[in-house]
C-alpha cells in the first residue's frame, strides 16, 4: 500500500462554506492583532470555492459587518440587492392571500437584509481568506478522520485517486493526503459524512433532541426584465402541501435579472407516494409563479438537505481537537428562514 504524504497546519477546516470561510478569516484576524503565525488550510470539495454552494439566499449582515466592516464597499457581491419588498403568501390551488406585513412577527420583516447567490458570496469570502495567507484547497474531499494515540482528532486524510470500481489501483492512482493539525473544523453542509461519524463516536447528540431535516429543490431563472423586481422577497405555504405535509416556497429576485426560486419539503411527510420535486414542479404551475415564469430560462438547479430541528436540536460542539460549526452542527434559525449570519458566527465563535 502506498505511504500516504502528510502536511502540517494548525487548523484544517473542512468545506468552504459560510461557517468555514469565515473560521479561516477570523483565524488569521486574530493572529495578526495577537502578531503570530497561524497556518490555516480549507479543503473544499467541489471543483472550486462555491460550486455546491445552490441558495440563493436572504441574509441578515449581521455577521458580515462584525468580520469585514467594508464589505459593502468592497466588492461583495450581496451588496448589490438590499431587500426591497417582503411578501408572505398563503396560497390555494388558483389563488393567494398576502399577510399584512404589521400582522407577520418581527423576526420576519427582513429590514435591512440582502438577498442574492450564496456560491458568489462564498468566492468573494474566499478571496478575503486568500488575502489574509489562508490556503484553500477546492477539489479536495476529506474522506476520513485521523486520531492521535489518545483518541483525540489529528486532522483528516483526503481520498484516494485513481480507485477502479473493484477496488484496484488504475495506471493514475494517486494516495490521499494527511492534513495534520492542531484543531479541525466540520463546516460540511447539512448531514455531512464526517461530521455525522463524530457526532456518533463523542456522543455529541447525548443531551439534544434529534435533528429534523427537509428537502430543498431550487432553480435560478432568468426572467423578463419587465416581471423583474431587485430585491423583492417572497415565501408562500400552503397549496400544494395540503395532505398535512408542511413545506413551503420562496421567490428571491437578486441581481442581474435572475430569481432564485425554491420549495422546502420537511421529510417528516406521511404520505409514501409525495414527491418533494413533483411538488416543486406543481407549485410552479399556480398562476402566480407561471405568470413570472413565463418566457424565463432556467439556468441551473438542484437539491439539498436542510436541517429544520432549531436550537434544541444543536448538538455540542466540541471534542478533543474537534470543533463542528455552521450547519454541520444545524445553525439554520428556522423561524427566521435565515442561516447565514449564524453558520458565520459559530465559525468566527470557533475561531
Same mark, same amino acid.
Given at each position: ?20 470561510? @469565515? ?31 445552490? @441558495? ?116 493514475? &492512482? ?100 409525495? @414527491? ?24 441551473? &438547479? ?50
Amino acid at each position: 500500500m502506498s505511504e500516504r504524504e502528510s502536511m502540517p497546519y494548525d487548523v484544517v477546516i473542512v468545506g468552504a462554506g459560510p461557517a468555514g470561510l @469565515s473560521a479561516a478569516i477570523r483565524l488569521k484576524q486574530l493572529a495578526n492583532e495577537a502578531g503570530t503565525e497561524l497556518s490555516v488550510c480549507v479543503l473544499e470539495k467541489g471543483s472550486e470555492v462555491g460550486a455546491h454552494i445552490l @441558495s440563493g439566499a436572504v441574509v441578515d449582515p449581521r455577521s458580515l459587518d462584525e468580520l469585514l466592516p467594508t464589505w459593502r464597499d468592497d466588492g461583495c457581491p450581496m451588496a448589490r440587492t438590499p431587500v426591497t419588498e417582503n411578501h408572505h403568501w398563503v396560497l390555494s390551488e388558483k389563488g393567494k392571500s398576502a399577510y399584512p406585513e404589521f400582522l407577520t412577527p418581527p423576526y420576519l420583516h427582513n429590514k435591512g437584509t440582502y438577498t442574492g447567490s450564496l456560491g458568489n458570496l462564498c468566492r468573494w469570502l474566499a478571496e478575503k481568506a486568500g488575502e489574509l495567507g489562508v490556503e484553500i484547497f477546492p477539489g479536495f474531499a476529506a474522506a476520513e478522520i485521523l486520531y492521535n494515540a489518545d483518541g483525540s482528532v489529528k486532522g483528516v486524510a483526503t481520498g484516494d485517486m485513481g480507485v477502479a470500481k473493484d477496488g484496484s489501483h488504475k495506471p493514475d &492512482y494517486q494516495p490521499g493526503l494527511e492534513i495534520h493539525a492542531k484543531y479541525t473544523f466540520l463546516s460540511e453542509g447539512c448531514r455531512g459524512h464526517l461530521s455525522k461519524q463524530m457526532i456518533r463516536q463523542f456522543e455529541l447528540d447525548a443531551e439534544s433532541q434529534p435533528q429534523v431535516y427537509g428537502i430543498g429543490i431550487k432553480e435560478l431563472w432568468d426572467v423578463d426584465p419587465a416581471k423583474h423586481v431587485p430585491g423583492r422577497v417572497i415565501h408562500t405555504q400552503g397549496w400544494p402541501l395540503t395532505d398535512g405535509s408542511n413545506g413551503g416556497g420562496f421567490i428571491y429576485h437578486q441581481a442581474d435579472g435572475q430569481v432564485a426560486i425554491g420549495f422546502v419539503v420537511w421529510l417528516g411527510y406521511k404520505n409514501p407516494w409525495l @414527491s418533494p420535486f413533483q411538488e416543486m414542479q406543481r407549485w410552479k404551475t399556480h398562476p402566480e409563479i407561471a405568470e413570472l415564469l413565463k418566457g424565463a430560462k432556467r439556468v441551473s &438547479y438542484g437539491a439539498r438537505a436542510i436541517s429544520d430541528g432549531g436550537w434544541q436540536s444543536v448538538p455540542k460542539l466540541v471534542a478533543p481537537g474537534l470543533a463542528l460549526i455552521g450547519d454541520s452542527a444545524g445553525f439554520l434559525n428556522v423561524p427566521r428562514i435565515k442561516g447565514t449570519h449564524t453558520a458565520m458566527k459559530s465559525g468566527m465563535m470557533a475561531a
